[in-house]
């Protein structure tokens, strides 16, 4: 069991990233099982209808889940307004209660 609830820890983390956004929450995850909606290369792409901050929320969502959105802290410097920053210190704080030790993000 503590795999499905490291999961849904997980899916908990990336909802508070993306700020509960149903419309990014969409695009991100399948909506028949908790995985990505499509590969992270492809979401990317497919993020350039996107504003820029909501491209940045959907990076840093994809290193969070599979350590693949090859977020540069430059560009959320650059970027971010308070309520984005907001989202994602929550997220990273929720993020820290995992153990990323036991090779389940890896």
């Known amino acids: 069991m503590k795999i499905n609830f ?4 997980k ?7 993306l700020r509960h956004d149903e419309r990014l929450l969409e695009f991100f995850f399948s909506h028949k099982h908790p995985e990505l909606r499509d590969s992270a ?3 990317i792409k497919q993020a350039r209808c996107f504003s820029k901050d909501e491209q940045l929320l959907i990076r ?15 560009d959320l410097l650059d970027s971010w307004d ?6 994602f210190l929550q997220a990273m704080m929720r993020l820290h209660e ?6 389940m993000f890896l």
């Open 6 to 9: 490291q999961l849904a820890h």
């Open 11 to 17: 899916i908990s983390v990336i909802q508070t990233l």
């Open 41 to 43: 290369d492809a979401l």
């Open 60 to 74: 840093v969502a994809l290193d969070v889940w599979c350590r693949e959105g090859d977020t540069r802290l430059v």
């Open 82 to 87: 308070n309520a984005n920053w907001s989202a």
């Open 98 to 103: 995992l153990d990323w030790s036991d090779g």
